[in-house]
């Protein structure tokens, strides 16, 4: 079992929609909870990252982290196609810091016009 | 802010040479710089972490002498690929951070061994 489990899509939605973007994870110990994200042949550009529990938001952008159930979203609000991308949620235990980053695969997102 | 600059985005070259790529953090300062290997629709793999004026310290099955990483200022990192071969093609990425602050990555160089 991977310690991040993340559906690799793709995951096509139409402009406007509200996009729903989720990694579950294994490892109790993590307590930072980033989202990237990665457009074809360009590096991951770090979107937000939470710690611990909670919510956070960001213009379109909202993270949510339910430790309890070891689950995290990314929601996108108004999705544009400029969206279209690679999103890779990343975590990282409190030991380590943002040293240690344990990566989903990656859920690729379409966003058509 | 935190802006990560990777050079060159692209190489090609011949079976047996060796290729550096450099990495820079263009407006910060980067206590710890990290090296990555990503395959097709793959996620990253680390390959190396290294700090500044200390030896890199290596992901299990990474080859040390085959990966050569210098650390030599807070702003620069270099990746060595020596004696490159067609199996050592990948797209490398580096990231930069400062002190308990996230991860910012470069835009990554393919690397394409002939």
């Known amino acids: 079992q991977k310690e991040v489990e993340q559906d690799p899509g793709p995951l096509s939605v139409p402009e406007g929609a509200i996009v729903s973007l989720n990694c ?33 938001e960001d213009g379109r952008f909202t993270a949510q982290v339910d430790k309890s159930s070891k689950y995290i979203s ?17 975590m990282s235990a409190m030991n380590t810091g943002f040293q240690k980053l344990v990566f989903g695969t990656g859920t690729r997102l379409l966003v058509s016009p | 802010g935190a802006v990560v600059s990777q050079h060159p985005s692209w190489v090609i070259c011949k079976s047996g040479t060796s290729v550096k790529i450099e990495c820079r953090s263009l ?7 990290f090296w990555y290997r990503q395959f097709p629709k793959q996620s990253l793999m680390l ?14 099955g990474v080859e040390k002498d085959k990966f050569l990483i210098n650390h030599a200022s807070l702003t620069l990192s270099t990746l060595t690929v020596t004696s490159a071969h067609p199996e050592d093609s ?7 951070c400062q002190k308990d602050q996230p991860q910012h990555f470069g835009d990554g160089t393919r690397l394409s061994i002939l």
């Open chain 2, 90 to 96: 990948s797209f490398y990425i580096c990231s930069a």
């Open chain 1, 24 to 56: 579950t994870y294994s490892n109790s110990a993590f307590q930072y909870f980033m989202w990237y994200r990665q457009y074809s042949r360009k590096g991951p550009e770090l979107l937000m990252y939470t710690y611990s529990s909670g919510n956070k």
């Open chain 1, 74 to 90: 990314l929601f996108i609000r108004d999705s544009q196609p400029s969206d279209s991308a690679t999103y890779l949620c990343a």
């Open chain 2, 27 to 33: 407006d910060f300062q980067a206590t710890t710089m």
């Open chain 2, 47 to 60: 390959m190396a972490t290294s700090n500044e004026g200390s030896k890199a310290t290596y992901e299990q």
